[in-house]
């Protein structure tokens, strides 16, 4: 068994707070970072987004570092790249490398740390809402703004799905283990080959008898979804809208700062 957002999510201790605003502030601090010229105020997004959802929200802070570990390590190489392969300026590091120069200049290290701080603020704002936020509550959230509802029916379906799968898959392949399917490369391309086409054959009997269950249940096209009866409170209204004033503020006085 494995721990889903989804479980971290519902027992949050912002479970009953209003799924709108925990969607205003985790979208707001998204938005701002994308658009800051200057990793100043990603950086202060990741670190106040951080200490929300693990000292406020209460998720176990282990796994909360563990989840940003992923997302982190792609953006180390991707902006390594970039900081050897772009800009001008003064030359910070040079090293050969087998008769090649490769070097890093300002303007690519400036870049690296900005591409760096809004991944890492980004996500922190990401994982901000799928750990307190369930994604029933979500999908209510877009029908209520008016999302077209064959849309949100069909994601919904995709992600009770997602879950199934991951079960037959992991089920397909302990079998397979227990057989000694993994012994050797040639043997394991094979496995993984047999459990795909499996796993391409159970989806699709298990749609067809989704839609024999859904015909059943009389379907008329639209699944039906409760609005979540949490309410926004005027003091944490009043304090998601004075964040954001502050993190625009930052970003706009920072804009024209290099760290490099």
């Known amino acids: 068994m494995h721990d889903l957002l989804d479980d971290y999510a519902h ?48 998720t176990p802070g282990r796994f909360y570092f563990t989840l940003l570990l992923i997302p982190l390590s792609f953006a180390l190489l991707s902006s390594g790249v970039v900081a050897f392969m772009h800009g001008g300026g003064d030359q910070l590091f040079a090293v050969n490398l087998f008769g090649f120069l490769l070097e890093i200049r300002e303007d690519g290290a400036n870049l690296a740390l900005l591409l760096i701080a809004r991944t890492f603020g980004g996500m922190c704002s990401l994982f901000f809402i799928a750990l307190t936020t369930p994604m029933m509550e979500i999908f209510s959230v877009l029908k209520s703004l008016g999302l077209p509802d064959f849309l949100v029916d069909l994601s919904m379906l995709m992600y009770r799905y997602i879950f199934v799968f991951i079960d037959q898959a992991a089920l397909i392949h302990n079998a397979q283990v227990m057989r000694l399917g993994d012994a050797g490369i040639k043997n394991t391309l ?54 954001i004033i502050i993190v625009s503020a930052i970003a706009f006085l920072t804009k024209d700062i290099r760290l490099l």
Request: aromatic content about 6%; hydrophobic content about 55%; proline content about 5%.
């Open 11 to 58: 027992s949050s201790a912002l479970t009953k707070t209003s799924p709108r605003l925990k969607l205003l502030l985790g979208l707001g601090a998204m938005l701002l970072c994308v658009s800051s010229a200057t990793p100043i105020a990603p950086i202060f997004i990741a670190v106040t987004m951080s200490l929300i959802t693990i000292g406020i929200a209460k």
């Open 190 to 243: 094979k496995s993984h080959a047999i459990l795909s086409g499996v796993l391409f054959l159970r989806a699709w009997e298990q749609g067809e008898r989704l839609i024999v269950a859904m015909d059943a249940r009389c379907y008329d096209g639209r699944l039906s979804l409760v609005e979540p009866a949490a309410r926004a409170k005027p003091r944490a209204i009043f304090a998601v809208m004075i964040y």
